[in-house]
């Protein structure tokens, strides 16, 4: 007879004098417990032992349990710069999580590419950067390699890379004395016309600026007559 947890492969019958009969004793835990007892020979012996004590410990299943979490959405961000979010990696599960490498789509990367993450709640944080080169919209997965044996190892991620501002340039001035401030496109439009001082209208050749901008020329003392301008076209303000 064997106690709990244990079996064996053998059930009984006739041992010669001076024989022996081997027995596989198999020890399978369904709890993470101690397991202990007496495993008992049942014969017609006239003496001897016929018993023999037994062991062993039942251990959790190893888990390694990964998580993600972190906006990874960038937003839009210029041309041939670069901008940073947190990705967090968790392991609830109750083994250490080995982590052998990280992949990223185009136009993103991260500042660690793999180790081991504690088990029980452990965490490693990732520092992951998009830096667009070119004006378009990026996308794809991040996916975490690793020993995982459930839970979720991939994140969307996204971003827009858009055009870097071309500056404003003023050539042909006249009369060339009046004072003109280099801006860019974007800057506010009473700056840029107030370089004019309210004095005669000056005509110049535009380059860089973007199509549909718009500009006023001061009249008294409102800004008005409204001037929509177009890439590298003379216009009089």
Same mark, same amino acid.
């Given at each position: ?7 064996? #492969? ?7 004098a ?5 027995? *596989? ?14 495993? *008992?020979? @049942?014969? =017609?012996?006239?003496?001897?032992? @016929? ?21 990874? #959405? ?17 392991? $609830? ?9 990280? &992949? ?28 667009p $080169? ?29 055009? $870097?501002?071309?500056?404003? &340039?003023? *050539? ?22 107030? #370089? ?10 535009? *380059?860089?600026?973007?199509?549909? &901008?718009d500009?006023? =020329? ?6 008005? @007559?409204?001037? $929509?301008? #177009?890439? =590298? ?5």
């Amino acid at each position: 007879s064997y106690p709990s947890g244990f079996s064996g #492969n053998w059930s009984g019958s006739s041992i010669n004098a001076g024989g022996s009969q081997a027995v *596989t004793v198999t020890f399978a835990p369904t709890a993470a417990t101690i397991y202990n007892g007496t495993i *008992t020979v @049942n014969s =017609d012996k006239t003496s001897g032992t @016929n018993t023999i004590s037994a062991s062993g410990t039942g251990t959790a299943t190893p888990t390694r349990v990964i998580g993600l979490s972190g906006d990874m #959405n960038f937003g839009n961000v210029q041309v041939n710069t670069s901008t940073t979010q947190t990705l967090t990696i968790s392991n $609830t599960g109750n083994s250490t999580l080995n982590v052998s490498s990280i &992949s990223y789509p185009s136009g993103f990367s991260g500042n660690w590419s793999g180790g081991s993450i504690s088990a029980n709640g452990g965490s490693q944080a990732v520092t992951v950067t998009f830096a667009p $080169t070119a004006a378009t919209t990026y996308n794809g997965t991040i996916t975490i390699n690793s020993d995982k044996t459930s839970g979720t190892n991939t994140m969307a991620c996204s971003g827009t890379g858009t055009a $870097t501002p071309t500056p404003l &340039s003023f *050539t042909n001035l006249t009369p060339s004395a009046i004072p003109i401030t280099t801006a860019p496109y974007d800057a506010t439009l009473s700056a840029v016309g107030a #370089n004019f001082n309210n004095v005669n209208r000056v005509t110049f050749a535009w *380059t860089g600026a973007a199509v549909g &901008s718009d500009f006023w =020329d001061k009249g008294g003392s409102d800004w008005n @007559n409204k001037v $929509t301008v #177009n890439s =590298d076209t003379s216009m009089t303000l």
